[in-house]
């Protein structure tokens, strides 16, 4: 079983930048894709970064393309998403989640993609 700890969020100002970590717990194989979602009030999670444990393939969304970088250390079992150019829009619970398999032709990222979920951290952009 995998275990996701996520960290690092918190209060920012438009156009500050914040990084947040997600420690994962448990062997991790190497057909494992690990993917960042958020959720603001009133709506539904949705995928924001994406990466291949293996190959470090990523994939994002297109409200952050340019902005965000994700990426994994193996060593650290942690995964990260580093936030920059922050707009009060990107204001959300951001959660860690592990895809146990391959994604073949998958070419959408949803809820149901994902296997283990973290519990996660706050991100609040003030304009």
């Known amino acids: 079983q995998v275990q996701l700890e996520e960290s690092g969020g918190g209060l920012v100002q438009a156009g500050g930048s914040l990084r947040l970590s997600c420690v994962v717990s448990?062997?991790?194989?190497?057909?494992?894709?690990m993917a960042w979602f958020r959720q603001a009030p009133g709506k539904e999670r949705e995928f924001v970064a994406a990466?291949?444990?293996?190959?470090?393939?990523?994939y994002y969304a297109d409200s952050v393309k340019g902005r965000f970088t994700i990426s994994r250390d193996t060593d650290k079992n942690t995964l990260y998403l580093q936030m920059n150019s922050l707009k009060p829009e990107d204001t959300a619970v951001y959660y860690c989640?592990?895809?146990?398999?391959?994604?073949?032709?998958?070419?959408?990222?949803?809820?149901?993609?994902?296997?283990?979920w973290g519990k996660g951290t706050l991100v609040t952009v003030s304009s």
């Open positions: 448990g062997r991790i194989f190497s057909s494992y894709h």
């Open positions: 990466i291949a444990w293996i190959d470090e393939m990523t």
């Open positions: 989640a592990v895809r146990m398999t391959g994604i073949g032709t998958m070419t959408t990222w949803t809820y149901y993609s994902m296997d283990y």
